[in-house]
């Protein structure tokens, strides 16, 4: 092997590196490589990727930390520091630019048959059709090509509600696809790894600087354990959570994520009396359904804890013990309402009646649904007890306080960072309602209750009193991670020391809307406000609702589907993750919609994405013997469909950092509608039919064979039991190697998942479609309007 590299080129300093450990390997300098950094030559053919060249010459499935290290290096993903190689510098002494890359058509042409052929435009519409599949040509062609296929937009501005934005309603994109992008993907796919996911350490512990990884950590907004989550509140906060979670797992990001249900407070007391249960009897009775539930939907957590334990009554008294000897707690007198009738102070959450802001009559008395005013209960028009439905009296009651106002400008300083810094992730909700607070000017806010299921406040005077459920909710965070394991602190509380050998912290929290003042100021005060050093959050991530066939869900009514009904229904667990982040509220209100359920469930999943998968492996199974074909002799046609391939993936990655989740998940649609139209343009079961095409045929096949495990890889995420249907059972992969990191290693270039010989598993259909009648019959149980 020769390395030919270019000396006034930075960029040849991973490639450099990995060659010394190689050894064998020539090292040549020359200014004539046409704008490319290097170039390895192989039996007199060039690789001319250079995360292809380090992957080839240092054999990627053998990891050792020499390997990461390069690797880490040369990728773009990663975040951390690179590493600095002393030993090349003897090849860099006069660097004086780094010079793009240029046309490398010569290069090309001189040494590759590969490309002999003038490249072709391919639309990935499924109308395409071609009378023979494609044969090579000897004409030759230095032009750029483009392609075009029809993919939903990746951020297009909608101007009516998405629940009106039906599966056909996409718009054309052109995915420009060079001669260069070309080059990249064949190399790239010539290239055949077992590279898995890294393992770490459980319990899970943040990730030394040395080693590379970022540090995520995940928190999902508590789900209250006095009902039922329906699937609104699932879309909200724990299958968001969850999904992004799953693609820092696949991603080799070292992730902890962490959720649990959130037991004390008033709505846990009052749940108990509907029920005639202790409130201990409900928390386990209702932590046990959540459970249930999470793990029927493959909602998953590196540790899902619940807050009524000895833990997190001890982390919460501590923390309000710092912020009293900091003077952040002040004492007032509060008028209260009282009900005479049931003898004692009612908290918020017996307190129901009108919002004195949008006049809706139901609201509770810490907050209103409707418009998410935050209120005391006081300000209630036409209060009522919720117990016995008389109208209470106001008395006083002396509690403690948060003083806000006092911790205004750390707090405003750390907003104004985060809503400002463009690697701060905070959706525009969150931006706003956080702006707001601070705008309308920051009160002392009420920290204690007149109850008795909560965490004792710590001071004589108040003994008879609880915590209020939002001020010790959000350190049910701490308290959760500190039952899971002891080094919690290393993740919340680092020390110096610490902080400074870590990898940072990455807090993400993901929430429905109402729950952003919560997070973005009260937490976040009374972490600064203990000037301790805690991990803050970086990234507050709170969707818009999801409505149920236009109007809100309640259980009370029997409107709307919720977890439990979910698993009676006879849909698969996956489906519904699906629909509901493919109609994930992100940036306005969405709304479940029968009509919508059954069509993309039979467009998108069944006639777009299951068939894809089913026709690729099942032409395996059929023409092949369950055999992967070879191949090694790439025509243009499906070089560019490679490339149009790798373009999604960048985009899906792009998507999911940005923690678009929704636009991610439309981007693998994409590839297996352009997959489809592939098929289309090259009819491998024409080429199949004749001696001298039946080796092209095998080429399509094959190279369908290995998007479609693309597509289990990019689908683990969304659709956990899909994804391992594909990857382990249908192509025969062990879950070892579900990994996204060759890929993002390679600038988001698919490799040969699949290599020639591979043998495949069993291909079965993966959805069925939903009749009419069933969703007719489903909307009439579920409270929703008759299907169309």
């Not at 003038?118 to 599949?133: H, V």
């Not at 979670?245 to 962490?258: R, T």
Request: with cysteine; net charge neutral.
């Amino acid at each position: 092997m020769i390395l030919l590299y270019n000396p006034s080129s930075t960029d040849s300093l991973g490639v450099l590196g990995a060659a010394l450990i190689k050894n064998e390997v020539q090292i040549r300098k020359t200014n004539t490589l046409d704008g490319f950094a290097c170039t390895l030559l192989v039996d007199g053919l060039p690789i001319l990727s250079r995360n292809a060249i380090i992957c080839r010459l240092l054999h990627i499935g053998a990891v050792d930390p020499t390997l990461c290290e390069f690797l880490l290096w040369e990728s773009v993903t990663f975040q951390g520091p690179r590493p600095k190689f002393s030993r090349l510098q003897q090849f860099f002494t006069q660097i004086s630019s780094v010079k793009p890359l240029m046309d490398a058509v010569e290069v090309l042409e001189k040494s590759s048959s590969t490309f002999a052929s003038a490249p072709r435009s391919l639309s990935g519409s499924s109308s395409t059709r071609r009378d023979k599949p494609l044969v090579n040509s000897s004409k030759q062609t230095r032009t750029k090509t483009t392609a075009s296929v029809t993919v939903p937009p990746i951020s297009a501005p909608k101007v009516v509600k998405e629940v009106q934005n039906s599966v056909a309603d996409e718009c054309e994109v052109t995915i420009s696809v060079s001669l260069e992008d070309q080059v990249h993907a064949a190399n790239s796919f010539q290239l055949c790894t077992d590279f898995g996911i890294p393992i770490h350490s459980i319990p899970k512990c943040p990730a030394l600087k040395t080693t590379g990884y970022r540090n995520i950590l995940i928190t999902s907004a508590l789900p209250y354990v006095n009902n039922v989550p329906h699937l609104g509140n699932m879309i909200g906060s724990t299958l968001s959570a969850s999904t992004f979670a799953a693609y820092c797992y696949i991603a080799g990001h070292n992730v902890l994520s962490i959720c649990g249900t959130d037991e004390y407070g008033t709505a846990t007391e009052a749940k108990a009396m509907t029920e005639g249960l202790e409130p201990r009897e409900i928390c386990d009775k209702y932590h046990r359904l959540h459970c249930e539930i999470y793990h029927w939907f493959d909602i998953e957590f590196d540790y899902f804890g619940r807050t009524t334990t000895e833990k997190h009554t001890e982390i919460v008294q501590d923390l309000f013990a710092v912020l009293w000897n900091n003077g952040f707690i002040s004492q007032d007198v509060v008028e209260q309402l009282f009900c005479e009738h049931c003898s004692k102070f009612l908290a918020d959450r017996f307190v129901e009646g009108v919002c004195p802001l949008c006049k809706y009559d139901d609201a509770r008395g810490d907050q209103c649904d409707k418009c998410g005013r935050l209120m005391n209960a006081i300000e209630l028009r036409q209060p009522r007890c919720k117990t016995c439905g008389k109208e209470p009296v106001v008395r006083s009651s002396k509690h403690l306080f948060l003083d806000l106002p006092k911790v205004e400008p750390k707090l405003t300083e750390f907003i104004n960072h985060h809503t400002t810094d463009p690697t701060s992730l905070w959706t525009a909700n969150a931006r706003q309602i956080s702006q707001t607070w601070l705008r309308d000017g920051l009160k002392a806010r009420c920290i204690t209750r007149d109850l008795k299921w909560g965490v004792p406040v710590p001071v004589k005077e108040f003994a008879d009193k609880v915590f209020y459920v939002w001020f010790d909710a959000p350190i049910g965070y701490l308290s959760i991670t500190a039952n899971y394991t002891p080094e919690w602190r290393r993740w919340w509380l680092p020390t110096t020391t610490e902080r400074e050998q870590q990898s940072p912290i990455e807090l993400y929290q993901f929430m429905a809307k109402d729950n952003v003042p919560f997070h973005a100021i009260i937490f976040p005060s009374c972490l600064l406000a203990a000037n301790q050093g805690h991990t803050l959050v970086k990234h507050l991530l709170s969707t818009e609702y999801m409505n149920y066939e236009g109007t809100k869900f309640s259980k009370s009514r029997d409107i709307g589907v919720f977890g439990d009904g979910a698993m009676r229904s006879g849909i698969p667990s996956n489906v519904w993750r699906f629909y509901l982040l493919y109609r994930r509220p992100e940036t306005q209100d969405s709304a479940f919609s029968w009509d919508d359920f059954v069509l993309v469930n039979n467009s998108e999943l069944l006639n777009n994405l299951g068939n894809f998968v089913n026709r690729a492996l099942a032409f395996v199974a059929r023409f092949y013997n369950s055999v992967v074909p070879d191949t090694n002799t790439l025509e243009p046609s499906d070089t560019e469909f490679l490339a149009q391939v790798n373009h999604l993936i960048g985009v899906y990655v792009n998507n999911l950092e940005a923690c678009r989740l929704r636009e991610a998940l439309r981007q693998i649609l994409a590839i297996s509608r352009l997959g489809n139209g592939y098929f289309q343009v090259n009819q491998p079961w024409v080429a199949y039919k004749k001696e001298e095409t039946k080796a092209r045929a095998g080429v399509v096949i094959g190279v369908a064979a290995n998007v479609t495990s693309l597509l289990g890889l990019l689908l683990y995420p969304y659709m956990p039991s899909v994804s391992k249907q594909i990857w382990c059972d249908q192509c025969n992969l062990p879950q070892s190697q579900l990994s996204l990191m060759p890929i993002l290693r390679q600038s988001c270039r698919l490799y040969k998942i699949l290599p020639t010989g591979h043998q495949i598993g069993k291909p079965a259909p993966l959805f069925r479609k939903i009749e009419p009648d069933e969703a007719a019959r489903l909307s009439e149980q579920f409270g929703g309007q008759r299907p169309k």
